[in-house]
């Protein structure tokens, strides 16, 4: 049966009987409500935001999650599995993708939610944290160090924190300079926004924000010039190609003194950003709430 002959499908269609009218009318009414459901859905499930919690251990990673999620904290212990928590921003700050959307918009509750999961900071259980790095909704990296155990002055410990706090840090972002110049597409991974939340601002031994900033750039110029010195030793890429080839630096070409400014070149923007999630004038993390909201 050919499509022109008088009983095929084509001329049942244009014909003006009842149920070609119904079975039309249907298509036309359902066909919108079904595409609407299916990528509903989808983009549903994929865009509830995330963000991710590193940095070393006793930093306050695991208080700041309890804070986020229940507004109080509770005793911590040294974490040993990562754990996530569904967050929901306070009704004072509105996301940054909700700022012009009525509250009555059924979409507003969902782009005001975020998932945000917590790691272990001890140094042996780090991988936990590096294999997070690579998921589709993260929107957003929160490396919180103890702003308390960052100076030089105050002794041997305190010396340790930076360094400890450095290293990993370091690595974090050599990590996030990888995916960037690793990536298939000429236009790199979208930008990922780092916030290192100096905490435990209650304490009068807390340098303040600039301090903790400049404090882990020289320190992470330290390491970087351990490690390029160490693989030179090593005999590793004597010649210039091989460490060019390499791209173990981080920033500028690993030359001269590391600056966060240096990592915007691979889309990774850099905040830092004071705060406290205990202490005796209870918590003060409404800038931390601040920088969340304006990445989702
Ligand atoms: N003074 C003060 N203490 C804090 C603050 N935030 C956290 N602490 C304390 O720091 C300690 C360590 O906090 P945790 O949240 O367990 O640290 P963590 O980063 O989860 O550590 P790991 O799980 O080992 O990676 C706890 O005793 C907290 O009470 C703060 O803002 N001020
Ligand atoms: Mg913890």
Do not use: C
């Not at 041997?156 to 840090?169: C, I, M, Q, V």
């Not at 209650?202 to 020289?218: G, I, M, Q, R, W």
Request: charged share 25%; aromatic share 8%.
């Amino acid at each position: 049966m050919a499509w022109h002959d008088q009983d095929s499908w084509l001329t049942w269609v244009f014909s003006p009987s009842i149920s070609a009218i119904i079975v039309t009318a249907l298509i036309a009414l359902l066909l919108p409500v079904l595409i609407h459901t299916i990528l509903y859905r989808t983009q549903a499930q994929a865009s509830t935001a995330s963000f991710l919690l590193l940095g070393p251990s006793g930093a306050g990673k695991t208080s700041l999650l309890t804070l986020l999620e229940r507004g109080s904290t509770s005793a911590t212990h040294t974490s040993q599995t990562p754990s996530s928590a569904e967050i929901t921003l306070p009704s004072t700050i509105k996301s940054a993708s909700n700022e012009y959307r009525s509250e009555n918009d059924s979409s507003f509750s969902g782009a005001q939610r975020f998932i945000l999961t917590d790691t272990p900071g001890h140094g042996k259980l780090r991988q936990f944290a590096s294999d997070k790095l690579d998921a589709k909704t993260l929107k957003g990296i929160i490396f919180v160090v103890d702003a308390a155990n960052l100076s030089k002055e105050s002794g041997g410990r305190a010396e340790e924190g930076l360094t400890e706090a450095a290293e990993y840090l370091h690595d974090v972002l050599l990590a996030l300079q990888k995916r960037y110049t690793s990536a298939k597409t000429s236009k790199g991974p979208k930008e990922l926004p780092v916030l290192i939340a100096a905490n435990k601002f209650d304490l009068f031994t807390a340098l303040p924000e600039k301090l903790v900033k400049t404090e882990l750039e020289k320190e992470i110029t330290n390491v970087r010039n351990t490690k390029s010195k160490g693989l030179l030793d090593s005999g590793i890429g004597t010649s210039d190609d091989a460490v060019e080839e390499e791209k173990e630096w981080l920033g500028d070409g690993g030359e001269g003194k590391f600056e966060f400014r240096q990592m915007e070149e691979v889309n990774v923007f850099v905040d830092v950003i004071g705060g406290n999630v205990t202490g005796a004038d209870g918590p003060g993390v409404g800038k931390w709430w601040e920088w969340i909201a304006k990445q989702i």
